[in-house]
């Protein structure tokens, strides 16, 4: 039967073709609009930990529901301590001290509310591959009076690089304090709203200004995203009885996983579009090879093969289709999708960033199987609806198809 599958096959080469094209274009549209999909995820992933938010953060408890209300009343007292505990897990490769305070900027003429961190410039360095300078220069542990704004506070003062402006906020025991800070750049991240709003100064000038010794988050960075989840659980497990909470980046920012189910459900709607427009397109191809061979299928039958055998036969050929054209279709996806991310596709500022980027086609191996038996499916489904009507033609009927 696989002889003559093979056979049969090959005897019409025109809509062998056609079709096998059909189901492998299917096919690679599912893989690049996957991989593209896919690439959005892992982009927007990458951007959220590594612009501001770490792996995990933890904090004092009560410190994410009530800290804005009063920032000083939840603060980690012995960070030293706390970080040295972290340390020990092999998972974890860098710690971040963050001091958190709301003051109000000055350039001399205007002042604009800001949000404020006090951060290791260094260890912010190795974390920040997604912040972005704008103008200027990163700050630095040597910056004892440097500022880093936000891209929308720098355009909110009309300063920039060079420019000095004045910071009045309050320390932990009610008094006013200030200081006048030499802008040293700015700087970009991929939340609009982050931007323009914040500004950063070294940990220590913070804390002076502060006048506490204590901070209000450790960030963690991690070797890698896949152990934030069991990590943050047994931490919070740990460091929960002793007055802290844990929060990974996923609970930190919404967005990503609004912005991943919204692209799920529109992949899965792409999905059925393409498995439809296969299916019928094949459907068509097989049908009209089958109608040509009602006659064949009457001569067969006359000399003693039954029905079910030719259906078989029939169902077979098209298996053989579908697994080729499924496979043709993962060669040229794959191919595809290396071509296009070796170029590389511009993309503009997704909503609430100012930052535009460059998209890539992943290529995931779930995206690469659910194609193939997308493409396969389609194919055999089809001759399930085409092959069955020609097969159980009447003979005599089938028969003046001959002549």
């Not at 404020?116 to 542990?141: C, M, N």
């Not at 054209?325 to 993309?347: D, K, N, T, W």
């Not at 194609?371 to 009927?397: E, H, W």
Request: hydrophobic share 45%; proline share 4%; no cysteine.
């Amino acid at each position: 039967m696989l002889k003559l599958a093979f056979r049969n096959i090959f005897r019409q080469k025109a809509r062998m073709l056609l079709t096998l094209m059909v189901i492998a274009f299917g096919v690679v549209g599912l893989i690049l609009s996957g991989g593209f999909v896919e690439d959005i995820f892992v982009q927007l992933r990458e951007a959220t930990i590594h612009s501001r938010l770490g792996h995990i953060q933890v904090y004092s408890k009560g410190y994410y529901e009530y800290g804005r209300r009063d920032p000083y009343e939840y603060m980690i007292a012995e960070p030293k301590e706390v970080v040295e505990q972290l340390g020990e897990w092999p998972e974890v490769e860098e710690i971040l001290q963050r001091l958190n305070f709301f003051g109000l900027l000055n350039n001399g003429k205007t002042d604009i509310p800001i949000m404020g961190e006090g951060v290791q410039p260094d260890k912010e360095a190795r974390l920040g591959s997604y912040f972005f300078i704008a103008e200027g220069r990163a700050l630095t542990a040597e910056d004892e009076y440097g500022v880093l704004l936000g891209e929308g506070v720098a355009a909110s003062l009309q300063v920039g690089p060079g420019d000095y402006v004045n910071l009045l906020l309050s320390t932990k025991q009610g008094s006013l304090n200030s200081l006048e800070l030499e802008v040293v750049g700015t700087f970009r991240t991929f939340s609009k709203e982050y931007d323009d709003r914040a500004i950063r100064l070294p940990l220590e000038r913070a804390k002076e200004l502060t006048d506490t010794e204590q901070v209000h988050a450790l960030v963690l960075l991690l070797a890698s995203n896949t152990a934030t989840d069991r990590l943050a659980d047994y931490l919070d497990q740990v460091l929960g009885p002793l007055g802290y909470e844990v929060w990974t980046w996923v609970e930190l920012d919404d967005f990503y996983p609004k912005t991943v189910e919204l692209y799920k459900g529109q992949f899965g709607f792409l999905q059925g579009i393409i498995l439809l427009i296969v299916l019928l397109s094949v459907l068509s191809s097989v049908s009209m090879t089958m109608n040509e061979r009602v006659g064949e299928f009457g001569t067969l039958r006359a000399i003693g093969l039954r029905s079910s055998q030719l259906f078989r036969q029939a169902l077979l050929e098209n298996v053989i289709l579908g697994a080729g054209g499924g496979a043709l279709g993962v060669i040229l996806g794959i191919a595809l999708a290396l071509i296009i991310s070796e170029i590389g596709i511009p993309m503009p500022p997704p909503p609430n960033s100012n930052t535009p980027y460059t998209a890539y086609i992943r290529i995931v191996p779930d995206i690469l199987v659910t194609a193939f038996i997308v493409g396969f499916a389609a194919t055999f489904f089809s001759a399930l609806l085409a092959a069955r009507r020609p097969v159980k033609t009447p003979i005599v009927d089938a028969l003046r198809q001959n002549i």
